[in-house]
């Protein structure tokens, strides 16, 4: 069995993706890498089969109908026969150095008595144009070097949370629980790190800068003016959250805290890009957002709008439009995502 399955969705990912290959094979005979074409039109398939054919031990080209990059994520971990997973989007990278200290780390403990369900590293922000880089760390938050449960965590704040650049799983938790990321939609990265969190109980924290996310491409699905235009898309992946788990009934008060807090700022971010659109008819699927989570769950509704930032958020008028704003560039700045 391989110790690291590494799934790499590519869509028309020609320009890019074998900076993103490349800076996997180091890993040698432990890794997999899973390279899933998802229906590209481009040369990725070409490539893809060109270094499976160069590397058959370790990289394994899958080929499939366009289903989006949750079905790429989905058929990566079908075909993933490593102990753990991960996955590194075709436009990214990672660092040499802390992917040999993670490996070192995975081995030690899967040759252990020990069962780990998620290792956490530190990601970077390499933002086009951008003279300073900004790293994700949680080390104000979480025990380093050594196995920690939720009750070990330490406060998390605004903005520190776990994306799908900072996580790798075991993916035996993953086929577990059942996850199945949705077709055809945009921002499943958001499932993908809320979904199995209710069933990792065990964790480990590399501070380490492992994972580089590229930020500054035009067609990316972060950029703003694309998010608007996505929108109803970002607010199908917002309800599946609220639906996926009654979170009041999570024993552990800061597995909770955190999943409160997770599934907030991605209603934020819903709510602050309707308003920003300025269209009456996304301020009118804003005032739907917030009366689907009333429906759904009436405590929830009031956890998520008593919070500062559900407050700001929802404020009355242009005034407070303008507040919700302000607020939005300052979470953008803190969390730096488009």
Partial sequence: ??????????????????????????????????IVNDGSQDMTPEIAEAYQKKYPG??????????????AVNTGLKNAEGLFFKVVDSDDWVDE???????????????????????????????????????????????????FTWSDVRHMRKGQYLLMHSVIYRT??????????????????????????????T??????????????????????????????????????????YDLWKIPNKKQRKYMFNYLEIITVISTVLLIRSGTEENLEKKRELWRYIK????????????????????????GGRRISIAAYKIAQKVVGFN
């Fill in 58 to 71: 370790i990289v394994k080209a899958v080929h499939q109908e366009n289903g989006g990059h949750g079905e």
């Fill in 295 to 318: 429906q759904q769950d009436i405590r929830l509704f009031h956890r998520l709008r008593n919070g500062i930032m559900g407050n700001t958020m929802n404020l009355p008028g242009r």
């Fill in 203 to 244: 964790m480990y924290y590399l501070n380490v800068d492992f994972y580089r996310y590229y930020i500054g491409r035009g067609d990316q699905s972060v950029n703003e003016e694309i998010m608007i235009r996505r929108i109803d898309q970002q607010i199908k992946v917002n309800k599946m959250m609220i639906e996926a």
């Fill in 97 to 147: 150095q802390a992917y040999m200290k993670i490996l070192d780390t995975l081995r030690e403990i899967a040759g252990s008595d020990q069962t780990l369900d998620m290792l956490i590293s530190n990601f970077v922000y390499e933002k086009e144009g951008a003279k300073h880089k900004k790293v994700m760390k949680y080390t104000s938050a979480l025990v380093q070097e050594k196995m």
């Fill in 172 to 201: 035996k938790l993953l086929r577990d629980c059942g996850l199945e990321l949705p077709k055809h939609t945009f921002y499943v990265d958001n499932l993908y790190v809320y979904i199995p969190l209710v069933h990792v109980k």
């Fill in 1 to 34: 069995m391989k110790l690291l399955s590494i799934a790499i969705p590519c869509y028309n990912s020609q320009d890019y993706m074998e900076r993103c290959i490349k800076s996997l094979l180091p890993g040698g005979d432990d890794v997999e890498i899973i």
